[in-house]
């Protein structure tokens, strides 16, 4: 069974760049999360996708947006980009809303 | 949402029990405890989760008292490779992933 996966490893884009990370879920894995953690803090909540709807979102702005399509796999798109956006972005999938949720390794985005 | 309290930071020397107390005073009614391990530059990985009394799975117990308003992870006889920041969550199972949030969790260092 495959893990969930993310790419790219590692971005650096600058500011008012717009960039998107892709994020594919484990195999049967109908829900997924997104979370930013900055330089040692815990991750925080950015949105949910359950079968390719949002499904709950955290204190993040409309810049950051997602889509979620038919095999389940995810993208993270964050518009105009600002330096406080410089984070790990972990995906996390799941089976259904309310299972355990599966990380992948996160995208390490840097902005300029 | 049900704020988490736990210690900044633990060491702990190989072969010793270590057990990480959080505090969660507001817990509600459909709030599940569950813990996390994160590795650097990797996802948090699920330890365990628990609503009341005690669990235990292969790797750690999770000890809640009667009022849950605190829970404690014990990792028995540690090693070096535990050497993680471990986090504490409370949330209704509903919701999983929506209102999860992560505070800036406990830095446990396994030292030789």
């Known amino acids: 069974e495959t893990g969930v996966t993310q790419s790219p490893t590692h971005l650096i884009k600058t500011r008012g760049q717009q960039v998107t990370l892709r994020c594919s879920s484990q195999s049967g894995h109908n829900t997924v999360s997104w979370y930013q953690q900055a330089l040692g803090q815990g991750p925080q909540f950015i949105f949910q996708?359950?079968?390719?709807?949002?499904?709950g979102r955290g204190n993040f702005p409309p810049r950051f947006s997602g889509l979620q399509f038919p095999n389940y796999s995810s993208e993270l798109n964050v518009n105009a980009l600002e330096l406080d956006d410089s984070a790990l972005y972990l995906c996390a999938s799941s089976l259904e809303v309310g299972n355990e949720q599966f990380f992948g390794p996160g995208t390490r985005l840097t902005v300029l | 949402l049900a704020k988490t309290t736990q210690p900044i930071s633990m060491d702990s020397y190989e072969g010793q029990e270590v057990n990480i107390t959080c505090s969660h005073n507001n817990i509600a009614t459909n709030d599940y405890i569950t813990w996390y391990q994160q590795f650097p530059s990797q996802g948090p990985r699920f330890i365990i989760q628990g609503y009341k009394t005690k669990v235990t799975n292969e790797v750690a117990s999770l000890f809640i008292p009667a009022d849950r308003k605190s829970s404690t992870l014990s990792l028995p006889r540690v090693s070096l490779s535990d050497t993680a920041v471990y986090y504490c969550?409370?949330?209704?199972?509903?919701?999983?992933?929506?209102?999860?949030?992560f505070g800036p969790g406990t830095r446990l260092s396994v030292l030789p």
């Open positions: 969550l409370v949330g209704d199972m509903r919701h999983y992933g929506q209102n999860f949030v």
């Open positions: 996708y359950y079968r390719e709807e949002e499904n």
